[in-house]
């Protein structure tokens, strides 16, 4: 009777390396990477670079993350702007709805958040009528 072997299949970024000349080169999980997902620092950081949140995305997931703590619907982004640790998002939410809307009272809060969007505070900064102007009695 034969021995049976066990089938080993090739991983798809080995094959790919091989298919196209280039090596692939192994991680410490023992898997196998095409050279563009190597280890290197320089590598690295770029990576980190392409997944970072742009401002935009940055300024959703803070306006998210506020609605889920506060219960209070955004009506929109005012300010964003980058600190030390992160970012500064301020969001306009809706505090107190009235009739006519032009009463509404509405909120301001600054949101901050990490380079990946995680909350790391808020505060409100100041509630004033939907149908006032600013600098206005």
């Keep these: 009777m034969a021995e049976e072997r066990p ?3 090739r991983p798809a970024a080995k094959s790919a390396a091989r298919s196209s000349g280039k090596p692939a080169a192994s991680s410490t999980d023992g898997s196998a990477r095409s050279p563009a997902g190597s280890a290197s620092s320089d590598d690295r950081s770029g990576q980190e670079r392409s997944r ?3 401002p935009r995305q940055l300024a959703e997931q803070a306006a998210s993350q506020l609605l889920e703590l506060t219960g209070k619907q955004p009506e929109g982004v005012t300010g964003l702007h980058r600190t ?6 301020v969001v306009e939410v809706l505090e107190l709805h009235r009739v006519p809307e032009t009463t509404d009272v509405l909120a301001s809060y600054e949101v901050e958040v990490d380079d990946d969007g995680e909350l790391l ?3 409100r900064r100041e509630r004033f009528v939907r149908g006032s102007t600013e600098g206005g009695p």
């Design 84 to 89: 030390d640790d992160g970012w500064v998002v």
């Design 7 to 9: 089938v080993r299949k």
């Design 52 to 54: 970072r949140l742009r």
């Design 121 to 123: 505070g808020y505060r």
